[in-house]
């Protein structure tokens, strides 16, 4: 049973995740601009697009068909720019969960629609 203090602990985490929803949906014009100033290719926004912080470097390079090496400099690029972090070294996060739809892999697209699909029923 959830006591009132666990009710109220995830009632203002609930607002905190509507707050910053809204305020990235203010802000997706302007982080997109500063993306496609360091993701100047179709590959370098498939590495934004897989930075999840459960898909490692290497995976990454894979499934772009980029090097590790192209890799590990865009992902430089993104940290330097503060749109990237590593809480557990090779797996980088973006730090706001905005990727335009043409950006997303296949498989990101299947999982957003399976969410969806659940959100449905």
């Not at 602990?9 to 609930?14: P, Q, S, V």
């Not at 707050?19 to 990235?24: A, G, Y």
């Not at 100033?37 to 290497?58: M, P, Q, S």
């Not at 905005?98 to 659940?118: C, H, I």
């Amino acid at each position: 049973m959830i006591s009132m203090t666990e009710k109220m602990i995830i009632g203002l985490y609930d607002e905190i995740v509507k707050i910053r929803q809204l305020l990235e949906m203010q802000v997706r014009g302007s982080i997109r601009k500063e993306l496609e100033n360091i993701l100047t290719t179709k590959e370098r926004r498939i590495v934004w697009a897989l930075c999840d912080g459960e898909t490692d470097t290497k995976t990454i390079a894979n499934r772009t068909g980029l090097s590790l090496r192209a890799v590990q400099i865009t992902l430089k690029d993104l940290q330097d720019s503060n749109f990237i972090v590593a809480a557990k070294r090779g797996y980088p996060k973006r730090q706001f969960d905005y990727v335009p739809s043409e950006w997303r892999t296949n498989k990101e697209k299947e999982v957003e629609e399976s969410e969806q699909g659940a959100g449905d029923t």
